[in-house]
């Protein structure tokens, strides 16, 4: 639970309130960040993505998104979908995170879990959690 709580409180500390936002760092793809809406139970949904081209299109590598889980003043992101467009990849932890929880795939889940961990390290440890990230508000 500790490992979801500081998920939550990472996602808050770089959308600052915003409900979509892009981070650049120099030498880094540029960082996605975007409230995309809620699931069925009121659960709010958080894309985080690195972004690319390819061709003219726009590619995530990865993307993760995050259902945010509020209940007596404990925030929570758990990370529910993997997607990775440069190898085709797209995974999802509940078959229906709209709709139900109570389709897992166990594996996915902790694995993700681990990623997400690492993911929010290395975003620290290039700087996009400080004052070298060039912040875009996108909505």
Same mark, same amino acid.
């Given at each position: 639970?500790?490992?979801?709580?500081?998920?939550?409180?990472?996602?808050?500390?770089?959308?600052?309130?915003?409900?979509?936002?892009?981070?650049?760092?120099?030498?880094?793809?540029?960082?996605?960040?975007?409230?995309?809406?809620?699931?069925?139970?009121?659960?709010?949904?958080?894309?985080?993505?690195?972004?690319?081209?390819?061709?003219?299109?726009?590619?995530?590598?990865?993307?993760?998104?995050?259902? !945010?889980?509020?209940?007596?003043? %404990?925030? $929570?992101?758990?990370?529910?979908? *993997? @997607? &990775?467009?440069?190898?085709?990849?797209?995974?999802?932890?509940?078959?229906?995170?709209?709709?139900?929880?109570?389709?897992?795939? !166990?594996?996915?889940?902790?694995? %993700?879990? $681990?990623?997400?961990?690492?993911? *929010? @390290? &290395?975003?620290?440890?290039?700087?996009?959690?400080?004052?070298?990230?060039?912040?875009?508000?996108?909505?």
């Amino acid at each position: 639970m500790k490992t979801y709580e500081s998920f939550a409180k990472h996602l808050e500390t770089l959308l600052d309130g915003d409900k979509a936002i892009e981070l650049v760092v120099e030498g880094w793809m540029p960082l996605s960040i975007e409230r995309i809406g809620t699931t069925a139970e009121g659960h709010s949904l958080i894309a985080m993505a690195h972004t690319g081209t390819q061709n003219g299109d726009l590619m995530v590598d990865p993307e993760i998104i995050f259902r !945010v889980d509020v209940s007596n003043d %404990l925030h $929570t992101a758990e990370p529910v979908t *993997f @997607r &990775n467009d440069y190898v085709g990849v797209n995974q999802l932890v509940y078959r229906d995170i709209e709709k139900s929880t109570s389709d897992v795939n !166990v594996r996915l889940k902790a694995e %993700l879990k $681990t990623y997400a961990r690492s993911w *929010f @390290r &290395n975003l620290k440890n290039k700087g996009f959690f400080s004052s070298k990230a060039v912040r875009k508000c996108l909505a």
